[in-house]
């Protein structure tokens, strides 16, 4: 019987390893102990909203999350306005992007989600338009020393060259689930992704992949089988992905079944530079989980200001996990964002309030009314 794609993924992986780059505990190197937060809050954070949302608080959204340290922000979707009308408008966030880069303290990359080749061409459409001024553009200047503590550099040095695009695809770890949401099964979706993944890469784009409901799924229950995510994941990382989000949509993880899947995934040879944490805090359970993935040795999360969200297909699901509590908890255990927590304190009251919902963030809150507390 010839060897599983895992034991040869995990071979190669292996062969490749170098030990000691990745421990939380005892790091001692500069990378070790840095955490990215991937601000999902302009797209998953708003996808949800009932109320409309003009494109100018969407973009006012992108441009002050560019402010407060954030290397990583996910700013549209290439979706059908049918289904996700808050998206209707991703391309003009797009080329407003490309042609007034938001001022922000270092280089940012910008993430938008497509679901299939008609968002794929719509995408397109507006990348190529500004492809030549793209290349026209001075390089963009190399990080100095100690990039991942947050280095700040002159924000009239920030321009087009100093941005990076990536797209962002999504499938499931449950068929119900991927029908309900894609209207095909786990297979399907996979086989969309080719020509996503193709002229990505002749794009010369970075490809994100989410696995929703990783750890429960609202239609086949809380458990969601480990070795089905990991499956998943080996296949879209063979297919050229390169980072996988593994989500909790629904909120349902628990500290035991979060760490069963990451050593699930582990044993598959997926290496934890690959992957991402997405949680939801349904149950209040999104902090204890990324700690026990954090311990794992995980180091990017996704997060939304103000603790936005919501999965429309997800029936019951509350927000994400609040980026301000993310980066205060990771903080207060010593790890390094490189984001300024009271700049991201001040975005999650902003958008809350024009969104007309409460500050679901417990430490954006916390940090606003210790800034304000007389004298």
């Given amino acids: 019987m010839p060897p599983s794609k895992f034991v040869c993924l995990r071979a190669v992986r292996f062969a490749a390893y170098r030990p000691g780059q990745r421990t939380f505990a005892t790091a001692t ?7 990215r937060i991937v601000e999902v809050g302009p797209r998953d ?10 494109l100018a608080t969407k973009i006012e959204l992108v441009e002050r999350l560019a402010l407060t340290g954030l290397k990583t922000i996910e700013a549209g979707s290439f979706v059908s306005p049918k289904w996700v009308p808050q998206m209707a408008n991703s391309s003009e966030i797009l080329e407003h992007i490309f042609k007034h880069p938001p001022k922000a303290p270092h280089p940012i990359t910008y993430q938008f989600l497509l679901p299939n080749v008609k968002g794929l061409d719509n995408f397109t459409s507006v990348w190529e338009s500004h492809a030549s001024s793209k290349q026209d553009t001075y390089p963009t200047p190399p990080p100095s020393p100690g990039a991942d503590e947050g280095p700040v550099l002159n924000t009239s040095e920030i321009g087009i060259s100093s941005l ?7 499938t499931a770890a449950t068929e119900t689930f991927t029908q309900k949401n894609t209207n095909c099964s786990i297979t399907e979706s996979l086989k969309r992704f080719e020509p996503i993944m193709a002229r990505a890469k002749d794009l010369d784009l970075n490809v994100r992949a989410y696995i929703s409901v990783a750890l ?3 239609y086949e229950g809380p458990n969601v089988d480990p070795h089905k995510v990991a499956n998943l994941a080996v296949s879209l990382l063979e297919m050229g992905a390169d980072e996988i989000s593994v989500a909790d949509t629904t909120g349902m993880g628990t500290a035991p079944k979060t760490a069963e899947l ?14 991402a944490l997405h949680f939801h805090d349904t149950y209040g359970q999104a902090l204890v989980n990324s700690v026990v993935a954090l311990e794992h040795g995980i180091r990017t999360f996704d997060a939304a200001v103000g603790g936005l969200g919501g999965c429309p297909f997800s029936p019951g699901a509350t927000g994400n996990v609040a980026s301000e509590d993310l980066v205060h908890c ?5 790890a390094k964002t ?6 991201l304190s001040e975005v999650g009251e902003w958008i809350s309030r024009e969104l007309g919902r409460p500050n679901e963030s417990r430490a954006g ?3 606003l009314a210790r800034l304000r507390k007389p004298a």
């Fill in 29 to 35: 190197t500069n990378r070790s102990d840095f955490v």
């Fill in 45 to 54: 954070g708003l996808q949800n909203e009932k109320k409309s949302i003009p």
């Fill in 164 to 170: 990076d695009i990536e797209l962002s695809i999504f």
């Fill in 216 to 218: 429960g799924c609202p």
């Fill in 262 to 275: 990451l050593k699930t995934l582990t044993a598959a040879g997926i290496e934890n530079n690959d992957l």
């Fill in 330 to 334: 990771f903080h207060s255990l010593g």
């Fill in 338 to 343: 490189g984001v300024d927590i009271e700049k």
């Fill in 365 to 367: 809150k916390a940090t």
